[in-house]
């Protein structure tokens, strides 16, 4: 293994460890250095591992797959449906007929009506990941609005394979975010709360990832310039 690969394995290790928040102060914006762009999301290094050590993320996986079947097999012509199926069932509805491009569009759209709150006010706590039904219901901070995008296109038919959470440093605001990457005819496209644009992933010069989950993985991402 060559001196560059074994410094970013180990950059990218570093970066599994630890909490993380949306609207946290991050560290120090890092330099341009040695490190060429990748292949990866936002042109980073990505390191893929298992899901181990994220309890957060693997307790949305053990529920949130039965939670969203229940809310689409709700029926509200011969039962009582929560106001949360009834919002999943909306957007599905909405959405299901269109191309898979629209259908980003109109998922990233609907699911940014929803309030922003910080999981402290919501849960108690600094870092907490809803499920689509917690969401539906109290709202979130970005990696839940992720998570809710994430949980839609999957039924709408989208691969796990082509989709993950990303947990990054927005580098103009100086704190931590999640944003939603989907692939589609072999380019990323962020599904972003703070906008309802979807774009490329390489139109986000600011955004730096730190890892990426799906359902069976995860990853840490060294960028350009991240070492010097």
């Known amino acids: 293994?060559?001196?560059?690969?074994?410094?970013?394995?180990?950059?990218?290790?570093?970066?599994l460890v630890g909490p993380w928040g949306c609207g946290s102060k991050a560290s120090a914006k890092v330099t341009a250095g040695a490190i060429p762009p990748g292949?990866?999301?936002?042109?980073?290094?990505?390191?893929?591992?298992?899901?181990k050590a994220l309890p957060n993320w693997t307790r949305v996986v053990g529920s949130a797959e039965?939670?969203?079947?229940a809310f689409y097999a709700c029926d509200a012509n011969s039962e009582v449906c929560s106001a949360a199926a009834l919002s999943w069932q909306k957007i599905i509805r909405q959405s299901i007929a269109e191309s898979p491009s629209d259908q980003l569009v109109a998922v990233n759209r609907y699911f940014n009506r929803w309030?922003?709150?910080?999981?402290?006010?919501?849960?108690?706590?600094?870092?907490?990941?809803?499920?689509?039904?917690?969401?539906l219901k109290l709202?979130?901070?970005?990696?839940?609005?992720?998570?809710?995008?994430?949980?839609?296109?999957?039924k709408l038919g989208f691969s796990a394979d082509d989709m993950r959470i990303v947990l990054l440093k927005d580098n103009i605001r100086n704190i931590s975010h999640a944003v939603l990457a989907?692939?589609?005819?072999?380019?990323?496209?962020?599904?972003?709360?703070?906008?309802?644009?979807?774009?490329?992933?390489?139109?986000?010069?600011?955004?730096?990832?730190?890892?990426s989950v799906n359902e069976f993985y995860r990853w840490a991402h060294v960028a350009p310039g991240a070492l010097r």
């Not at 293994?1 to 970066?15: K, P, Q, V």
């Not at 039965?66 to 079947?69: L, S």
């Not at 589609?184 to 730190?210: A, R, T, W």
């Open 139 to 154: 709202s979130g901070d970005c990696e839940d609005y992720s998570i809710s995008k994430y949980y839609d296109l999957r």
């Open 1 to 15: 293994m060559s001196r560059l690969r074994c410094l970013l394995c180990a950059f990218a290790i570093s970066l």
């Open 66 to 69: 039965a939670q969203t079947e």
């Open 182 to 211: 989907v692939k589609l005819d072999n380019e990323s496209y962020i599904l972003d709360n703070l906008s309802n644009l979807v774009l490329s992933h390489l139109k986000y010069e600011h955004y730096v990832p730190q890892y």
């Open 39 to 51: 292949k990866g999301l936002f042109r980073s290094h990505e390191f893929r591992s298992t899901l």
């Open 115 to 135: 309030p922003y709150r910080l999981d402290l006010d919501v849960y108690g706590v600094t870092d907490y990941w809803a499920t689509p039904g917690e969401f």
